[in-house]
């Protein structure tokens, strides 16, 4: 385990950091354990224990920041699902086994119609659906989208791989 979770003096998760920011944080008395696992750190001269998860001992202002737009936060926003004929991974599709692989952004306003690269305007869809659709509105391709592309409402923090036993209470995690 080499990052460790700072917490908010509420004990809301705020994201994950490196070992160095914790310990630059710990050693200005900014933050305190709130958990007894610790990494442990070799010194020239003696071993330092960082802990795993930390929390800041003051109340701070965190600017509540947008969720920024990208090709895969869609596709986890969708699920993975075909906004046109709902397919999903693992669906059986013209008799093939669909993989997420599958699947590509769809821009409901084509791009080259000037639409964007938003929240608003893509979505996850099939290989086949999106080419049928191709430079056309759904209206105009008379396909029906099953739901509106909107932007999330939450920015979920990621921990990616093996998720350490210490953080699993403050992530709300199994």
């Known amino acids: ?18 070992r160095r920011r914790a310990l630059a944080l710990l050693l200005k008395g900014r933050v305190e354990a709130a958990c007894s696992d610790a990494i442990e750190i070799n010194g020239v001269s003696s071993k330092l224990r960082i802990p795993a998860v930390m929390r800041l001992r003051r109340y701070i202002q965190v600017p ?22 709902g ?19 769809d821009h409901v306003w ?7 690269n938003s929240w608003g305007n893509t979505i996850c869809a099939c290989a086949r659906c999106n080419q049928r659709k191709g430079s ?22 990621v921990a990616s791989g093996e998720v350490p036993a210490s953080w699993k209470i403050y992530l709300e995690l199994p």
């Open 1 to 18: 385990m080499s990052k460790v979770l700072l917490l908010s003096a509420g004990y809301e998760p705020l994201g994950i950091i490196t």
């Open 64 to 85: 509540q920041r947008g969720v920024r737009w990208s090709r895969q936060a869609v596709f986890q926003r969708d699920n993975y699902t075909c906004a046109y004929c």
């Open 87 to 105: 397919v999903r991974p693992g669906d059986k599709s013209r008799g093939q086994l669909m993989t997420k692989r599958d699947f590509t952004i």
């Open 110 to 116: 084509p791009l080259s119609r000037g639409g964007k």
């Open 136 to 157: 056309r509105t759904p209206h105009e391709a008379n396909m029906k989208l099953g739901w509106e592309p909107k932007t999330p409402r939450v920015n979920y923090l």
